[in-house]
């Protein structure tokens, strides 16, 4: 499932998204992937590591989209 920039960063999106993996559980969990692009995933750092814990810790796999197209990709990469 790829994630928006605003969902990214709307931590009201964030509960809901997480309440409704609760909701489905672990069998589903492990089956979904969460995209996160790059350029969302800089510009809401924070809320984006945190929605990423989270949605790992219930099995769900989580990837940056479109790695490398920006200019400071490897920076943010540490």
């Excluded at 790059?38 to 990423?52: F, G, I, M, R, S």
Aim: proline share 1%; charged share 20%.
């Amino acid at each position: 499932v790829n994630l928006s920039a605003r969902s990214v960063g709307d931590r009201e999106f964030h509960a809901w998204a997480l309440a409704l993996l609760d909701r489905v559980g672990p069998a589903v969990c492990r089956r979904l992937g969460l995209e996160i692009g790059e350029t969302a995933a800089v510009a809401h750092l924070a809320d984006a590591a945190q929605l990423a814990t989270q949605a790992r810790a219930r099995g769900v796999q989580v990837a940056l989209d479109d790695f490398g197209a920006g200019t400071a990709s490897f920076a943010y990469l540490k």
